[in-house]
T-cell receptor, first 112, second 113 residues
């Protein structure tokens, strides 16, 4: 049973436009959510996180939105740049458990 | 810069020949994790250390062992690598165990011949 779902395996966006990556979860006990970016042959790089007490967190070009009632979060990248082309993983955790529960990832392709 | 370092970046071993991968961190984090990642799948947690306390995942094969001699270093030992163990091995750290960001090293790509 997948507790964290990224339903789009890939997404293609024009350079300069907004990229929106989506993530859904089923476990209402999750209280901390993270986005990681991964280039081929490298480890995941932490991008941005959000606690369940917030509905938005912003860091430069990256904004994460959390909708707890819908159990949905999204990552907005604006403007999208060629270097943003990578696989993006959504992950979640709950305060009583050390494990990060990962989505399957979305491959983002930024077209010049 | 504070970081998570993994050596080597690429490791080639023979079927059945023991191999050790290393990880060090300058973040002074209490928790260190080892993950296995194949192709672009999500990382799979093998085990973690909370300080000196070792925690094995239920489905981690006995072939995989770990050592943490001090706060900064953690090792992954694969006693008898099989072809199915070829993967990227990721080390990560976090300050504490729950609701904390995990920071990953660059990974070691293991090839088994």
């Amino acid at each position: 049973d997948q507790q964290v779902k990224q339903n789009s395996p890939s997404l293609s966006v024009q350079e300069g436009r907004i990229s929106i990556l989506n993530c859904d979860y089923t476990n209402s006990m999750f209280d901390y959510f993270l986005w990681y970016k991964k280039y081929p042959a490298e480890g995941p790089t932490f991008l941005i996180s959000i606690s369940s007490i917030k509905d938005k967190n912003e860091d430069g070009r990256f904004t994460v939105f959390l909708n707890k009632s819908a159990k949905h979060l999204s990552l907005h990248i604006v403007p999208s740049q060629p270097g943003d082309s990578a696989v993006y993983f959504c992950a979640a955790s709950e305060s009583s458990n050390y494990q990060l529960i990962w989505g399957a990832g979305t491959k983002l392709i930024i077209k010049p | 810069d504070a970081m998570v370092i993994q050596n080597p970046r690429y490791q080639v071993t023979q079927f059945g020949k023991p191999v050790t991968l290393s990880c060090s961190q300058t973040l002074n984090h209490n928790v260190m994790y080892w993950y296995q990642q194949k192709s672009s799948q999500a990382p799979k947690l093998l085990f973690h250390y909370y300080d000196k306390d070792f925690n094995n995942e239920a489905d981690t094969p006995d072939n995989f062992q770990s050592r943490r001699p001090n706060t900064s270093f953690c090792f992954l030992d694969i006693r008898s690598p099989g072809l199915g163990d070829a993967a990227m091995y990721l080390c990560a750290t976090s300050r504490d165990r729950s609701s904390e960001t995990q920071y990953f090293g660059p990974g070691t790509r293991l090839l088994v011949l």
